[in-house]
């Protein structure tokens, strides 16, 4: 089987297309496919059938689709475990995260797959959480790192490929020019260029009738896809009738959005350049007479052989890496030098100014896309790379199954707050019967046992909180083999339960936090809570002031 890594599926970035591009692709050529998302919001990574109906690109149904977060070592005996990360980072704009529980769920994987299965990581974070949860272990599977990125662009990139470094077998580019980031950490025989897979579009798009000469960069809104050169290009052309659409999520919450938006202000050119937003293929190309592409590093531009698909000519800077291998310069379209918006702008002019260059153009770039890039093309080389289909997916849902049930229902769950010793306490009341033992509490940082009073048909489980709480207990003394009860967030005194750390959990979607009831009025509970806030006020006021006198 295939076990395709990502980091998650829901989204409309070129990232997500690719997933599910790479995934289809995959499936449709006969390889056994699995999704395995790794993001901490576990509904990013599983949506639910109508929202995979609804996802700008579509997954096809047949294929698994699972959250490492939702999967569980041991039959459930960590759980407990599945909350507080111990490995934990950030690389680029993100953080990531991995509990226990995670990493053990890799370590399981390792062992149940063999040498005839694959493993493909899309990012360097999965690959790296694979490379630590095998610590010492010897891997079995068969391992592969898709770099789409330019490593060589981002400073922490190479870092994190060199710490998951044990876990990557080879890597695989999307580009020729890119294997050469990698040659210096593998072997040069161990570095494979096979293009993205193409979208499920595989026929021109009409054109539809627009005035005057348009030209549009589907790109996001960020500095790498440079925009700005781009409004800065168009102010150099005096032709009214050339206009430019910049396609994207444009959020105004987004900074560069702003800044974009502020040049074309003071350029007055608010006439001629357009930012619509999202946009499908066919909104996109059907209105395009160019394509342009400003971007400062690109892993692979799926902008390029999406032009050339449709049969338009495209403009680009020299970035790496790949206009050099999808545009003949000249034939199918202009690269010009990084960042020279005088050229950009006189190869734009040239192209606006002669509707029979755009067509030749367009016809040289769709023979290209043909003869390199098309569906048939990339499944061929997959073919080559990975061997021919063989085995069948495994079942991970059914080989992570939750064993047992939970002793305790959320029902039998309450709280409520007392004061001792001028600070506030939570008291959770079990109300059963069920004897819990070796009762802990783990906030991340501590793990420490509560004072737990006995009743007939009640336990009450008494502690100060001092951060995140995840309260477990086992049902033996001294067993390995606990249970999540409940948990209490950082700067609250409200107890819920995640579903997802319970054996009972059964929807990948139930993800949402159970609220436990009280055991006291609204007007005691309300009391409690400005007395408690008082009192930290007041602490915190005269003990400053005691500090102070001190010192």
Not at 173 to 196: C, G, H, M, W, Y
Not at 282 to 289: C, L, P, T
């Amino acid at each position: 089987m295939i076990l395709l890594c990502v980091n998650e599926v829901v989204g409309r970035s070129g990232y997500h297309r690719l997933i599910v591009d790479l995934a289809n692709g995959l499936h449709r050529n006969g390889y056994p496919v699995t999704v395995l998302g790794f993001a901490r919001d576990a509904r990013r990574s599983v949506p639910t059938r109508q929202e995979r109906r609804r996802m700008e690109w579509k997954l096809d149904d047949e294929i698994p689709l699972l959250a490492l977060q939702t999967l569980v070592a041991s039959g459930g005996a960590m759980l407990h475990r599945n909350y507080h990360p111990v490995l934990s980072g950030r690389l680029e704009s993100g953080r990531y995260n991995f509990t226990a529980n995670e990493l053990e769920v890799l370590r399981d994987l390792n062992r149940t797959l063999t040498p005839d299965d694959t493993i493909l990581f899309t990012s360097p974070i999965t690959a790296m959480a694979f490379a630590v949860a095998l610590h010492d272990e010897a891997r079995r599977p068969r391992t592969i790192l898709q770099a789409h990125g330019n490593y060589e662009y981002y400073t922490d990139l190479i870092p994190t490929l060199e710490a998951a470094r044990e876990g990557i077998g080879q890597i695989q580019t999307s580009t020729q020019a890119a294997r050469k980031q990698f040659v210096p950490l593998f072997d040069e025989a161990d570095v494979i260029s096979v293009p993205n897979f193409p979208s499920e579009t595989v026929e021109s798009i009409e054109p539809v009738a627009h005035e005057g000469v348009n030209i549009v960069q589907p790109a996001s809104f960020q500095t790498l896809k440079n925009q700005l050169d781009a409004v800065r290009a168009l102010a150099l052309i005096n032709d009214e009738s050339v206009h430019l659409t910049l396609w994207g999520v444009a959020s105004t919450k987004n900074p560069y959005v702003l800044e974009v938006q502020a040049l074309v202000a003071s350029l007055g050119l608010e006439h001629r350049v357009h930012i619509p937003g999202f946009g499908t293929e066919q909104d996109i190309y059907s209105q395009a007479d160019i394509v342009t592409l400003c971007s400062l590093a690109e892993g692979f531009p799926n902008t390029l052989t999406e032009s050339a698909l449709h049969g338009l000519p495209v403009v680009a800077f020299d970035f790496d890496f790949g206009p050099r291998e999808i545009i003949e310069d000249g034939a199918s379209g202009y690269i010009v030098p990084l960042r020279d918006v005088d050229a950009l702008a006189e190869r734009w002019s040239a192209l606006a100014a002669d509707p029979e260059l755009r067509e030749r153009f367009g016809r040289r770039a769709r023979e290209i896309y043909d003869a390199g890039f098309s569906y048939q093309q990339v499944s061929r080389k997959y073919r080559e790379f990975l061997g021919a289909p063989h085995g069948k997916a495994i079942d991970l849902a059914q080989m992570f199954a939750r064993s047992g049930t939970d002793p305790v229902t959320v029902r039998q769950i309450s709280r409520r707050l007392r004061t001792a010793r001028g600070r506030v306490e939570i008291q959770v009341a079990i109300g059963s019967s069920i004897t819990l033992h070796d009762v802990r509490i783990d906030n991340g940082t501590r793990v420490f046992e509560p004072r737990v009073k006995r009743r007939i048909g009640q336990t009450l489980i008494t502690f100060a909180p001092e951060g995140d709480e995840i309260i477990s207990y086992s049902m033996q003394p001294g067993s390995a083999d606990r249970y999540y009860l409940a948990s209490i967030k950082a700067e609250s005194t409200d107890v819920e339960v995640l579903p997802w750390l319970r054996r009972d959990f059964r929807g990948y979607r139930q993800v949402a936090p159970i609220a436990v009831g009280t055991t006291e009025s609204d007007f005691v509970r309300a009391r409690r809570a400005v007395i408690w806030k008082l009192r930290q006020l007041t602490r915190r006021y005269f003990g400053k002031k005691r500090d102070t006198s001190v010192s």
